[in-house]
């Protein structure tokens, strides 16, 4: 038996929507108390200036693994995961090979076995993202696959998302949909507006996400089954999506930290750490987002950390989209969106773990007596700047390089185990 012992932290008790003063003890790996008097145990750590929430549950990550171990791996990834207080994470699909076949999903879960997190997969709805060819779920779903998604790129196939919408529950799976009309977009490397004609630069229209997440909704009403909007960035999506609830259609949705926080007006600086897919928008959008995020439109808040390699980033219009997220995720929200006074610690944690937890249907998201103890530990006081050089995973893209963020992640547990931090 190894026990844990968490003295004197304030606990965010999302399901209790508050904050409590507590001494948290773990036994082999499980929440045992949340309020002990036990003042000892095989290890023990002064939680007196530190905030316990549940691990941060990420449902949007790419590992790059297998196939592009060269920006990241499996394991790596989830040292970045477990340095931001992520203790779940959704690996996305877009590998290679591409995680279409059982095999594929096997090898993930295999290699995760021992890693600093835990990794949930999410399986391709067409074989190599085609879009031509239905992936097998049922096979995928007894591989373990809980999430489909074509990220990376629609089903630009209607008929072959929407088989995949209404089979996925049955199969105790989640569609995560990321939401494009790829003829709008072709060619566009930036939001379409001021900036891209500025840097005489193709740009991609907020219609083209916003055909996509339509579409996605329209399915969803139509056949009475969830759906998942991933990477919101538009004031228009966010409507979609708000009315689309109003009307009592299964869907859900997510930001990143990066849509809260920047707008087109970094791309000025052609510096391709920005550029992401969907694209950094206008202040409008940005603002959207946030109302999405306060008014419950927005449920989730995931990272989208997509690793490139330093070189790859080097040339602003050739560089692949995306950017690293999951160290900087926590504290780039926190500063975003609670020091600004726009929502609570306690509704910031529901949407980084409690709610994505519930959308994967996956353990997590709680801290309560017999739960897995899967907690980050936190000082909310500590500013820190962002120092590309110093994070752990592979590669260094994160547009957050160089900012001052508050609250710094200082421990992370996973199944009682600090896999971060304290050493
Ligand atoms: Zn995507
Ligand atoms: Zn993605």
Redesign the pocket.
């Known amino acids: 038996m190894s026990t844990l012992l968490i003295k004197n932290c304030y606990a965010v008790l999302p399901e209790k929507e508050k904050e409590e003063k507590c001494s948290i003890l773990v036994e082999d790996g499980k929440i045992k108390e949340l309020y002990t008097h036990v003042q000892e145990a095989d290890k023990v750590i002064d939680g007196e200036n530190l905030v316990a929430v549940p691990g941060f549950v990420d449902i ?1 990550v ?1 590992l790059r693994d297998p196939g592009q171990t060269q920006k990241e791996d499996i394991i790596t990834g989830c040292k970045a995961a477990a340095a931001g207080g992520v203790t779940s994470l959704l690996a ?1 699909p ?1 590998t290679l090979p591409t995680t279409d076949n059982p095999e594929t999903v096997e090898y993930v879960l295999n290699k995760a076995k021992g890693a600093d997190a835990k990794v949930y997969v999410a399986a391709s709805i067409t074989k190599g993202l085609e879009s031509h060819e239905a992936t097998d779920l049922e096979a995928l779903a007894k591989a373990g696959a809980v999430g489909l998604t074509d ?2 790129r629609p089903v630009e196939n209607t008929a072959i998302l929407a088989e995949a919408m209404k089979k996925a529950p049955e199969l105790n799976m989640t569609v995560v949909a ?1 939401c494009e009309d790829l003829f709008l977009a072709k060619g566009g490397k930036i939001n379409e507006g001021e900036v891209s004609k500025a840097l005489g630069v193709k740009g991609i229209p907020a219609a083209a996400e916003d055909c996509g997440t339509a579409r996605e909704i329209a399915l969803a009403a139509a056949y009475d089954v969830p759906v998942h909007i ?2 919101v960035s538009t004031a228009t999506s966010v409507a979609l999506i708000r009315d689309a609830k109003n009307r009592g259609v299964k869907v859900t949705g997510e930001t990143a930290p990066h849509y809260v926080t920047f707008t087109e007006k970094e791309l000025l600086s052609r510096d391709a750490d920005f550029r992401m ?1 969907p694209p950094l928008r206008t202040e409008k959008d940005r603002l959207a987002v946030i109302e999405g995020l306060k008014d419950g439109t927005l449920d989730a808040i995931a990272t ?1 950390h ?1 690793p490139h390699t330093p070189e790859e980033k080097s040339d602003f219009e050739k560089a692949p989209n ?1 950017s690293i997220g999951m160290e900087t995720s926590f504290s780039a929200s926190y500063t975003a969106l609670v020091k600004t006074g726009e929502i609570t610690l306690c509704e910031l944690v529901k949407k980084m773990s409690t709610n994505p937890a519930k959308i994967l249907g996956i353990e997590g998201g709680e801290i309560k007596v017999g739960a897995s103890a899967d907690i980050a530990l936190i000082n909310l006081d500590k500013k820190w700047t962002v120092d590309p050089e110093k994070l752990h995973g592979k590669s260094k893209n994160t547009p957050f390089k160089g900012r001052e963020l508050y609250g710094k992640v200082e421990y992370t547990i996973l199944d009682g185990k600090i896999v971060f931090g304290g050493i």
């Open positions: 949007h790419h996305m877009n990220d990376g990321h991933c990477h897919n989208d997509a995306g």
